[in-house]
T-cell receptor
Framework: KQEVTQIPAALSVPEGENLVLNCSFT??????LQWFRQDPGKGLTSLLL?????REQTSGRLNASLDKSSGRSTLYIAASQPGDSATYLC??????????????FGKGTKLSVKP | DTGVSQDPRHKITKRGQNVTFRCDPI?????LYWYRQTLGQGPEFLTY????????KSRLLSDRFSAERPKGSFSTLEIQRTEQGDSAMYLC???????????????FGSGTQLSVL
Protein backbone atom coordinates (compact mmCIF):
# COMPACT_ATOMS: atom_id res chain seq x y z
CA LYS A 1 0.00 0.00 0.00
CA GLN A 2 1.40 3.36 -1.05
CA GLU A 3 2.03 5.77 1.83
CA VAL A 4 3.20 9.37 1.57
CA THR A 5 5.01 11.09 4.43
CA GLN A 6 5.92 14.74 4.75
CA ILE A 7 8.54 16.13 7.08
CA PRO A 8 8.47 18.44 8.93
CA ALA A 9 4.80 18.74 9.90
CA ALA A 10 5.30 22.45 10.59
CA LEU A 11 8.01 24.96 9.82
CA SER A 12 8.50 28.60 10.81
CA VAL A 13 11.12 30.73 9.09
CA PRO A 14 11.99 34.43 8.83
CA GLU A 15 11.22 36.24 5.61
CA GLY A 16 13.88 35.92 2.93
CA GLU A 17 15.14 32.51 3.95
CA ASN A 18 15.46 29.65 1.48
CA LEU A 19 13.77 26.46 2.63
CA VAL A 20 13.21 22.83 1.70
CA LEU A 21 10.12 20.71 2.27
CA ASN A 22 10.45 16.95 2.13
CA CYS A 23 8.15 14.23 0.84
CA SER A 24 8.74 10.48 0.82
CA PHE A 25 6.69 7.63 -0.61
CA THR A 26 6.93 3.91 0.02
CA UNK A 27 6.27 2.51 -3.47
CA UNK A 28 8.49 3.82 -6.28
CA UNK A 29 5.97 2.71 -8.93
CA UNK A 30 4.40 6.11 -9.45
CA UNK A 31 3.09 7.83 -12.57
CA UNK A 32 3.72 11.35 -11.33
CA LEU A 33 4.09 13.48 -8.21
CA GLN A 34 2.43 16.81 -7.52
CA TRP A 35 2.97 19.55 -4.99
CA PHE A 36 -0.07 21.55 -3.88
CA ARG A 37 -0.61 24.59 -1.72
CA GLN A 38 -3.61 24.91 0.60
CA ASP A 39 -4.62 28.09 2.40
CA PRO A 40 -6.71 27.78 5.60
CA GLY A 41 -10.29 26.71 4.86
CA LYS A 42 -9.65 26.66 1.15
CA GLY A 43 -9.14 24.15 -1.63
CA LEU A 44 -5.83 23.09 -3.14
CA THR A 45 -3.79 24.84 -5.78
CA SER A 46 -1.46 22.75 -7.94
CA LEU A 47 2.07 24.18 -7.87
CA LEU A 48 4.24 21.71 -9.74
CA LEU A 49 3.78 18.31 -11.37
CA UNK A 50 6.74 16.01 -12.06
CA UNK A 51 6.31 13.02 -14.34
CA UNK A 52 8.04 9.82 -13.22
CA UNK A 53 10.60 10.19 -16.02
CA UNK A 54 11.55 13.71 -14.94
CA ARG A 55 14.02 14.82 -12.26
CA GLU A 56 12.75 18.30 -11.50
CA GLN A 57 10.35 21.09 -12.35
CA THR A 58 10.66 24.81 -11.74
CA SER A 59 8.14 27.62 -11.48
CA GLY A 60 9.32 31.02 -10.35
CA ARG A 61 10.81 30.72 -6.86
CA LEU A 62 9.73 27.08 -6.58
CA ASN A 63 11.76 24.05 -7.58
CA ALA A 64 10.63 20.48 -7.07
CA SER A 65 12.89 17.48 -7.48
CA LEU A 66 12.06 13.79 -7.74
CA ASP A 67 14.21 10.75 -6.97
CA LYS A 68 11.85 7.93 -7.78
CA SER A 69 14.24 5.12 -6.94
CA SER A 70 14.70 6.36 -3.37
CA GLY A 71 11.07 7.43 -3.02
CA ARG A 72 11.78 11.07 -2.30
CA SER A 73 10.82 14.52 -3.49
CA THR A 74 11.76 17.95 -2.26
CA LEU A 75 10.14 21.33 -2.75
CA TYR A 76 12.62 24.20 -2.60
CA ILE A 77 11.28 27.70 -1.98
CA ALA A 78 13.74 30.53 -2.59
CA ALA A 79 13.61 33.89 -0.83
CA SER A 80 10.50 33.06 1.18
CA GLN A 81 7.80 35.71 1.67
CA PRO A 82 4.95 36.03 4.21
CA GLY A 83 2.53 35.29 1.35
CA ASP A 84 4.08 31.82 1.07
CA SER A 85 2.53 30.92 4.44
CA ALA A 86 0.24 27.96 3.81
CA THR A 87 0.13 24.17 4.03
CA TYR A 88 2.09 22.40 1.31
CA LEU A 89 0.88 18.95 0.28
CA CYS A 90 2.64 16.31 -1.73
CA UNK A 91 0.63 13.74 -3.71
CA UNK A 92 1.54 10.77 -5.87
CA UNK A 93 -0.45 9.11 -8.61
CA UNK A 94 0.21 5.37 -8.34
CA UNK A 95 1.63 3.75 -11.44
CA UNK A 96 -0.31 0.51 -11.11
CA UNK A 97 -3.51 1.83 -12.63
CA UNK A 98 -6.65 3.42 -11.33
CA UNK A 99 -7.96 6.77 -12.40
CA UNK A 100 -5.66 9.63 -13.11
CA UNK A 101 -7.22 11.60 -10.28
CA UNK A 102 -6.82 8.94 -7.61
CA UNK A 103 -4.00 10.71 -5.85
CA UNK A 104 -2.48 9.66 -2.54
CA PHE A 105 -1.64 12.64 -0.37
CA GLY A 106 0.69 13.26 2.53
CA LYS A 107 -0.53 15.14 5.59
CA GLY A 108 1.25 18.31 4.54
CA THR A 109 3.79 20.73 5.96
CA LYS A 110 2.38 23.89 7.51
CA LEU A 111 4.72 26.75 6.62
CA SER A 112 4.77 30.08 8.40
CA VAL A 113 6.99 32.87 7.07
CA LYS A 114 7.49 35.67 9.59
CA PRO A 115 7.94 39.26 8.37
CA ASP B 1 -16.09 30.76 -15.21
CA THR B 2 -12.90 31.13 -13.25
CA GLY B 3 -12.72 27.87 -11.36
CA VAL B 4 -14.42 24.97 -9.66
CA SER B 5 -17.44 26.08 -7.64
CA GLN B 6 -18.86 24.23 -4.65
CA ASP B 7 -22.08 24.86 -2.77
CA PRO B 8 -22.71 25.27 0.10
CA ARG B 9 -19.44 26.40 1.69
CA HIS B 10 -20.57 25.24 5.11
CA LYS B 11 -23.23 22.79 6.24
CA ILE B 12 -24.25 21.98 9.80
CA THR B 13 -26.63 19.09 10.26
CA LYS B 14 -27.88 16.76 12.94
CA ARG B 15 -26.91 13.13 13.02
CA GLY B 16 -29.24 11.01 10.94
CA GLN B 17 -30.16 13.75 8.46
CA ASN B 18 -29.42 13.61 4.73
CA VAL B 19 -27.23 16.24 3.07
CA THR B 20 -26.40 17.02 -0.54
CA PHE B 21 -23.49 19.00 -1.92
CA ARG B 22 -23.07 20.41 -5.40
CA CYS B 23 -19.95 20.88 -7.53
CA ASP B 24 -19.70 22.85 -10.77
CA PRO B 25 -16.44 22.02 -12.54
CA ILE B 26 -14.55 24.20 -14.98
CA UNK B 27 -16.80 24.16 -18.03
CA UNK B 28 -14.53 22.39 -20.52
CA UNK B 29 -13.31 19.76 -18.04
CA UNK B 30 -14.80 16.31 -18.58
CA UNK B 31 -13.22 14.71 -15.51
CA LEU B 32 -14.57 15.33 -12.01
CA TYR B 33 -13.36 14.01 -8.64
CA TRP B 34 -14.60 14.05 -5.06
CA TYR B 35 -12.20 13.99 -2.12
CA ARG B 36 -12.69 14.14 1.64
CA GLN B 37 -10.30 15.89 4.02
CA THR B 38 -10.33 15.80 7.81
CA LEU B 39 -8.40 18.19 10.05
CA GLY B 40 -4.65 17.69 9.87
CA GLN B 41 -4.87 15.09 7.12
CA GLY B 42 -4.37 15.12 3.40
CA PRO B 43 -7.36 14.68 1.10
CA GLU B 44 -8.60 11.13 0.49
CA PHE B 45 -10.02 10.07 -2.87
CA LEU B 46 -13.74 9.18 -2.92
CA THR B 47 -14.88 8.88 -6.52
CA TYR B 48 -14.21 9.89 -10.13
CA UNK B 49 -16.40 10.70 -13.15
CA UNK B 50 -15.52 10.94 -16.80
CA UNK B 51 -18.40 12.84 -18.35
CA UNK B 52 -21.51 11.27 -16.80
CA UNK B 53 -19.92 7.87 -16.10
CA UNK B 54 -18.76 7.08 -12.58
CA UNK B 55 -15.60 5.11 -13.29
CA UNK B 56 -14.07 4.61 -9.88
CA LYS B 57 -15.22 4.50 -6.28
CA SER B 58 -13.08 4.27 -3.17
CA ARG B 59 -13.81 1.81 -0.39
CA LEU B 60 -14.30 4.95 1.72
CA LEU B 61 -17.53 5.55 -0.17
CA SER B 62 -19.96 3.54 1.94
CA ASP B 63 -23.52 2.68 0.90
CA ARG B 64 -24.70 5.88 2.58
CA PHE B 65 -22.80 7.94 0.01
CA SER B 66 -23.95 8.44 -3.55
CA ALA B 67 -22.57 10.69 -6.25
CA GLU B 68 -24.07 11.63 -9.59
CA ARG B 69 -23.15 13.65 -12.62
CA PRO B 70 -26.31 13.33 -14.71
CA LYS B 71 -25.42 15.43 -17.73
CA GLY B 72 -21.68 15.34 -17.51
CA SER B 73 -21.58 18.87 -16.13
CA PHE B 74 -22.26 19.53 -12.44
CA SER B 75 -22.10 16.78 -9.84
CA THR B 76 -23.86 16.11 -6.55
CA LEU B 77 -22.65 14.14 -3.53
CA GLU B 78 -25.35 12.93 -1.15
CA ILE B 79 -24.76 11.50 2.31
CA GLN B 80 -27.71 9.69 3.86
CA ARG B 81 -28.19 9.16 7.59
CA THR B 82 -25.19 11.27 8.47
CA GLU B 83 -22.88 10.24 11.30
CA GLN B 84 -20.48 12.32 13.34
CA GLY B 85 -17.60 10.61 11.58
CA ASP B 86 -18.76 12.16 8.32
CA SER B 87 -17.68 15.59 9.54
CA ALA B 88 -15.01 16.73 7.12
CA MET B 89 -14.22 19.06 4.24
CA TYR B 90 -15.59 17.63 0.97
CA LEU B 91 -13.49 18.77 -1.97
CA CYS B 92 -14.36 18.61 -5.64
CA UNK B 93 -11.77 18.79 -8.40
CA UNK B 94 -11.87 18.74 -12.17
CA UNK B 95 -9.40 18.25 -14.98
CA UNK B 96 -9.39 18.22 -18.76
CA UNK B 97 -8.79 14.96 -20.57
CA UNK B 98 -5.06 14.89 -21.08
CA UNK B 99 -3.35 13.07 -23.89
CA UNK B 100 -1.14 10.09 -23.18
CA UNK B 101 1.97 11.18 -21.34
CA UNK B 102 0.63 14.67 -20.76
CA UNK B 103 0.34 16.37 -17.42
CA UNK B 104 -2.95 16.04 -15.64
CA UNK B 105 -3.28 18.81 -13.10
CA UNK B 106 -6.33 18.83 -10.89
CA UNK B 107 -8.14 22.09 -10.19
CA PHE B 108 -9.83 22.06 -6.78
CA GLY B 109 -12.80 23.97 -5.48
CA SER B 110 -12.86 25.61 -2.04
CA GLY B 111 -14.77 22.71 -0.55
CA THR B 112 -17.88 22.19 1.56
CA GLN B 113 -17.22 21.97 5.29
CA LEU B 114 -19.67 19.52 6.87
CA SER B 115 -20.28 19.43 10.61
CA VAL B 116 -22.51 16.66 11.96
CA LEU B 117 -23.77 17.34 15.48
Amino acid sequence: KQEVTQIPAALSVPEGENLVLNCSFTDSAIYNLQWFRQDPGKGLTSLLLIQSSQREQTSGRLNASLDKSSGRSTLYIAASQPGDSATYLCAVRPGYGGSQGNLIFGKGTKLSVKP
Amino acid sequence: DTGVSQDPRHKITKRGQNVTFRCDPISEHNRLYWYRQTLGQGPEFLTYFQNEAQLEKSRLLSDRFSAERPKGSFSTLEIQRTEQGDSAMYLCASSPEAGWGSDEKLFFGSGTQLSVL
